[in-house]
């Protein structure tokens, strides 16, 4: 008797659970950026494109990119120098969300932010307690948290930095004011003092996360910096069921700025 009716508590909470919950059974995916980035129409329809991984999800490659992009006219060119859009992008986390990573911090802290900012203790363990039920005591506390952990909804989340640099007629003078990167790359890095004359003002110590360099550029370019942050939610939802979700919502989102 005992048994049926601790099973049938455990049917009930899962149930319960779930409700309180806002159990997902259905995937939901959702895209944001930083900030609106808006580049002047052009006649000159080629780019240059760039893709770079640090996350630790290999698996979003973006491969849909280049095709999204040749979907609305562009050509993609191999020089750097031909190009009149440069698309330079940086998966910089790709993983489930967890207290300090989430897809609000991580768009809050903006292009080139840091990741894993801090979180309270509560909020990194879920902020709850177990329900009690009358009658069943420490068992209904193991059983709740139990069908807890089977009712809770996943979700991944990933970050990606998208650097744009448009060429234009007029000379530009630009000041650029973010965070130093760790180890930046020497591929994008000599794209950029190809393509721009200017003086760096960044501290001797640029390399640290916490320094922010200040840039004025000078020459007939212009940078945009944005970052996009997708999630996707789902009961029960892996990493290989997630990926092209959060991938597919990338490529819309970086293809649909060049106008």
Same mark, same amino acid.
């Given at each position: 008797?005992?048994?049926?009716?601790?099973?049938?508590?455990?049917?009930?909470?899962?149930?319960?659970?779930?409700?309180?919950?806002?159990?997902?059974?259905?995937?939901? @995916?959702?895209?944001?950026?930083?900030?609106?980035?808006?580049?002047?129409? @052009?006649?000159?329809?080629?780019?240059?494109? &760039?893709?770079?991984?640090?996350? %630790?999800?290999?698996?979003?490659?973006?491969?849909?990119?280049?095709?999204?992009?040749?979907?609305?006219?562009? @050509?993609?060119?191999? %020089?750097?120098?031909?190009?009149?859009?440069?698309?330079?992008? &940086?998966?910089?986390?790709?993983?489930?969300?967890?207290?300090?990573?989430?897809? %609000?911090?991580?768009?809050?802290?903006?292009?080139?932010?840091?990741?894993?900012?801090?979180?309270?203790?509560?909020?990194?363990?879920?902020?709850?307690?177990?329900?009690?039920?009358?009658?069943? *005591?420490? *068992?209904?506390?193991?059983?709740?948290?139990?069908?807890?952990?089977?009712?809770?909804?996943?979700?991944?989340?990933?970050?990606?930095?998208?650097?744009?640099?448009?060429?234009?007629? &007029?000379?530009?003078?630009? $000041?650029? @004011?973010?965070?130093?990167?760790?180890?930046?790359?020497?591929?994008?890095?000599?794209?950029?003092?190809?393509?721009? *004359?200017?003086?760096?003002?960044?501290?001797?110590?640029?390399?640290? $996360?916490?320094?922010?360099?200040? &840039?004025?550029?000078?020459?007939?370019?212009?940078?945009?910096?944005?970052?996009?942050?997708?999630?996707?939610?789902?009961?029960?939802?892996?990493? %290989?069921?997630?990926?092209?979700?959060?991938?597919?919502?990338?490529?819309?989102?970086?293809?649909?700025?060049?106008?």
């Amino acid at each position: 008797m005992t048994g049926r009716l601790l099973a049938a508590s455990f049917v009930l909470i899962v149930f319960t659970t779930a409700c309180a919950g806002h159990l997902t059974l259905t995937q939901e @995916t959702q895209l944001a950026k930083s900030q609106s980035v808006f580049l002047e129409p @052009t006649k000159d329809k080629t780019a240059y494109l &760039e893709i770079r991984n640090a996350s %630790d999800n290999p698996g979003l490659t973006l491969s849909g990119l280049q095709e999204a992009i040749a979907a609305k006219g562009y @050509t993609l060119v191999e %020089d750097p120098e031909q190009a009149h859009f440069l698309v330079q992008s &940086e998966v910089v986390y790709c993983n489930k969300a967890k207290g300090g990573t989430t897809a %609000d911090t991580l768009l809050a802290a903006g292009w080139g932010g840091a990741i894993g900012a801090v979180a309270g203790t509560g909020a990194f363990l879920g902020g709850g307690s177990p329900a009690w039920i009358p009658g069943l *005591g420490i *068992g209904g506390a193991l059983a709740g948290a139990a069908a807890s952990k089977l009712t809770e909804n996943t979700t991944y989340v990933c970050a990606i930095d998208v650097q744009i640099t448009e060429r234009t007629k &007029e000379a530009v003078q630009q $000041t650029i @004011t973010q965070q130093a990167a760790p180890a930046p790359s020497t591929r994008a890095s000599s794209v950029i003092s190809a393509l721009i *004359g200017g003086t760096s003002v960044a501290p001797p110590t640029a390399g640290n $996360t916490q320094q922010q360099i200040t &840039e004025t550029r000078t020459g007939h370019t212009r940078i945009h910096q944005v970052r996009f942050v997708v999630s996707t939610t789902k009961m029960w939802l892996g990493l %290989d069921e997630a990926t092209p979700a959060l991938e597919q919502r990338l490529v819309q989102g970086i293809s649909g700025v060049l106008p």
